[in-house]
């Protein structure tokens, strides 16, 4: 009893944990689905304080899955090994929902961008350009464009890169708040027409960013922006106006950023061999770098003032920092693989843990199989018994129609050769007999009553044919033998049945008789008039009389 109710608590509280997990990370994905495009890094905080993802509902896990590419994605983060987004963008596909397979299959080609596997990205690009048809989310609709358009970029399709750029430019313009994805796309194909040589044209869409940002008074979008037009004239020599763009950008650029404006100056004066601007804006950039921590940045001001260093014969102090540049050379690296450890990591644990739950499927699946055979085996059984059940009434009826017939029998005064039979049976007394056996027995042995009243009427030496011919053949003053010689063609038992018919009893005396039954009787019957060209349900008695009276006047 006790080991009964700690079973029972057991599963209670296993049912009310799964349960309350799953409503748990439920509210956890919606509230990192509010977060994902502003805040992908608070996304990514809330997905990662999910325990066990394996263990959620495979609705819920396709939703983690696309959550936490989506906001390693737009975090920047490495998402070359979220290969499980390939899976599960065919779930949602074959749940026809159409804006999460777009996103899925979307981001299946950012998983490929990042592997640099281009062919793999341009086809899922493709597919998901293909099947946003059937949503009405502009904004994804231009993501696509555009990273189909930085494909083209990449592999120097220049023209092609231009149109879908513009493409994704018209879907970012249905919606007012999207001018921060319009202002990169003006950027990048400024950046373009600056590679084809086009500086004028170059300059046009450079400038639309700058206005466009200006307009929104967002000095982040208008510094990012005058930092690349100070670079595109950095490109094609102008160094003054190179270098006012990025005087200006100092102004307005936050301070976690300004390393990086410092870093573009010192970058401007080294070209123009002004060797102390240039290592003092770099010491600046050191200094506003080494306070964020940005090791990509400290990277490339280490090299700078290595080369710094170098050009004004100061060897020893370009080593130092030609060491420093190495160092962080090897901690970038080193973090690499250890981003690439956890990811391989983090995914192997996805995986085994979803070979357990493949295997408890699996279980399950095994245990409603059981129960579906355990139900057919009891419908098998259960029709069985209802079977045998009907024969056992069947039976009883059977018996009770004999005894029914014995009793008619021995009461029939009016047949001359029934009182022969009462004797010979000694019919009322195995009546009796009978009556009392229905009786005692349960009604549902059936089959067993039957057996006994089958061995009481025809028990050894009960019945003796002969004796019973000799007397109906006196009786009908040697008609039987007639009837012998008129249809010589006739079987023993055909013969029998015709003798009995003769002697006035019905088919189910018959039946009793011949240890037979009433079917099989009508159809010997049937036999006979076939046999003696009888039409059918003819008077076989009937017929017979006519030829042996027909034989006997031949013969007088």
Known sequence: M???????????????????????????????????EAYPDSALALLDSISYPNELSRPLFADYILLTTRAKDKAYKDISKDTLIFQIKDYFLKKRNWEKTVLAEFYSGRVYHSQQEYKKAMHAYLTAETLSAKIQDDNLKGLIQYFIGDLYYNQRFYS?????????????????????????????????????????????????????????NDSYQITITKQNIGAAFLEIGEIKQAKDQFWQTLELTPVNA??????????????????????????????????????????????????????????RNAFNYYQQYTNYYTMIQQ????????????????ELMKGVNNRLIIQKQWILLSLFLLLICIIIISFL??????????????????????????????????????????????????????????????????????KIIYEKDSFDWNV???????????????????????????????CLTKSGLNNTEIAILLKSNVNIIQIRKTAIRKK????????????MDGIIQETKKKTV
């Open 2 to 36: 006790i080991k009964s109710r700690y079973s029972t608590l057991v599963i209670f509280f296993f049912l009310f944990s799964c349960t309350y997990h799953s409503r748990e990370a439920k509210e956890i994905l919606t509230k990192a689905e509010n977060l994902v």
């Open 160 to 216: 092609e890169a231009i149109d879908r750029f513009k493409l994704a430019y018209e879907y970012y313009n249905h919606s007012p708040d999207n001018y921060t994805r319009k202002i990169a796309t003006f950027n990048v194909i400024g950046n373009i027409f600056l590679i084809k040589t086009k500086k004028d044209s170059a300059f046009v869409y450079y400038y639309k960013a700058l206005k466009l940002a200006e307009t929104q």
């Open 258 to 315: 300004l390393y990086r404006a410092y870093l573009n100056l010192a970058n401007i004066y080294e070209k123009e061999n002004q060797k102390d601007s240039a290592l003092f804006c770099a010491n600046l950039s050191l200094k506003l770098a080494n306070k964020e921590n940005n090791k990509t940045a400290l990277l490339s001001i280490y090299s700078l003032l290595s080369r710094l260093e170098e050009k004004n014969g100061n060897y």
């Open 335 to 350: 973090e690499k693989r250890n981003t690439n450890l956890q990811a391989l990591q983090k995914e192997y644990d996805l």
């Open 385 to 454: 018994f209802y079977r045998k059940n009907q024969q056992n009434k069947e039976a009883l009826s059977d018996a009770k129609q004999v005894i029914y017939q014995l009793k008619e029998m021995a009461n029939d005064a009016d047949n001359s050769i029934h009182p022969f039979l009462v004797r010979q049976f000694d019919i009322v007394k195995k009546v009796s007999l009978l009556e009392g056996y229905l009786k005692e027995e349960d009604k549902e042995k059936g089959k067993e009553i039957l057996k006994k009243v089958n």
């Open 468 to 498: 019973l011919y000799q007397a109906m053949n006196k009786l009908h003053k040697g008609y039987l033998d007639k009837i012998q010689e008129a249809f010589p063609n006739l079987s023993e038992l055909e013969y029998k049945i015709c």
């Open 532 to 543: 003696l060209g009888i039409p059918e349900h003819g008077d076989i008695v009937g017929f």
